[in-house]
């Protein structure tokens, strides 16, 4: 199937296609387009968050920090939920579930497979532990990292783009997503030229939608302190995603009727209710400020001890020369030879 762009008689878009290439080789190092997507996510939220906490008062990047232990943890459990969700993919007869060297191994997160929602629950227990290691409070750097962790996920939805992959039913809508008939994915019995929902991009313009609301929901700071603000990110992503993942055909596992990312986002959205109204009745006022009682930005009380403590300079001056009153006795006498001489 041609990936050319077509158009209709009048001008008018007819149909999105799919990247011709998911990689590009660097000597003998690959790197794959979904993997530099992820990446710019988040390298856009740490810079979004750093810019809100520091406003709110929080040492500057302290969020890298907090990164440290939360995004490798967010990755590793993005992994283990997709492979849990998804099993016959890795195990059983015929599957590669443990070779990193072949296709298909659980470790393979390159070729795609990551879940969002294993993402926040590893992210929250990284952050958790990395707010108590810098004293931030924890909700406040989830208030701070909401618009930045959805302007993340928009980001990272590309990667899907590239990897031809989680794309939705079949459509005649002039925005179709083309797929060639090669791909794995395409459902077969389906004609060659076939179009589908672009789910990625549903998510890209709904989860972009939600940085903007966030960011003006955010001047409200009595309103949208406590971690209230990132209930709102909960609400507002997983009810997209109840919509987009329901349109998807991708293989996944069916609880009740329900694929199971359909289940998680529902749960999002009952959580991010309880955050709300727990959050709500418990803190009405303001934060006091982004640090937890008794912590506080290290920067502001740092001494530089050699600016106050004369011992660690060493004077390189010469001594100052003394003056020799006259008939005065001499102190010291010159060293003389062994044989009397001097």
Not at 147 to 152: D, E, R, S, T
């Amino acid at each position: 199937m041609s990936l050319a762009l077509h158009s209709t008689v009048n001008g008018v878009l007819a149909s999105i296609p799919s990247p011709p290439v998911s990689y590009i080789d660097l000597g003998p190092i690959r790197v794959h387009f979904y993997a530099l997507c992820i990446i710019t996510g988040i390298i856009a939220a740490v810079l979004l968050t750093n810019h809100r906490l520091t406003k709110r008062g929080a040492e500057p990047w302290v969020v890298i920090d907090i990164s440290i232990l939360a995004v490798p943890l967010g990755i590793i459990g993005a992994r283990i939920f997709h492979v849990l969700t998804h099993p016959n993919f890795y195990f059983g007869e015929r599957s590669n579930t443990w070779n990193p060297f072949e296709p298909g191994s659980v470790w393979a997160v390159w070729e795609g497979g990551i879940a969002i929602f294993g993402a926040l629950i590893g992210g929250a227990i990284g952050a958790y532990l990395g707010c108590r290691w810098t004293g931030i409070r924890f909700w406040t750097f989830a208030d701070a990292l909401a618009p930045g962790i959805l302007l993340a996920q928009a980001l990272g939805r590309f990667g899907n783009w590239f990897n031809h992959e989680l794309f939705g039913l079949p459509t005649d809508l002039p925005w179709g997503l083309e797929i060639e008939s090669t791909n794995p994915a395409f459902p077969p019995g389906l004609p060659e030229g076939t179009l589908f929902h672009p789910t990625f991009l549903y998510e890209v313009i709904w989860n972009g939608l939600g940085v903007v609301v966030l960011l003006l929901l955010s001047r409200k700071a009595t309103a949208f302190q406590w971690g209230k603000l990132f209930a709102i990110y909960l609400i507002w992503y997983s009810a997209g995603r109840v919509v987009w993942e329901s349109i998807r055909i991708d293989p996944s596992e069916i609880i009740l009727g329900l694929r199971s990312n359909v289940w998680a986002a529902i749960i999002g959205i009952v959580v991010g209710l309880v955050i709300l109204a727990v959050q709500t009745r418990r803190h009405p006022g303001l934060e006091p400020s982004p640090y937890m009682t008794g912590r506080g930005r290290k920067d502001l009380d740092a001494e530089v001890e050699s600016q106050n403590n004369p011992s660690d300079f060493v004077d390189l001056s010469e001594p100052p020369a003394e003056e020799v009153t006259a008939g005065a006795t001499a102190t010291s006498t010159a060293p003389t030879d062994a044989d009397g001489s001097r």
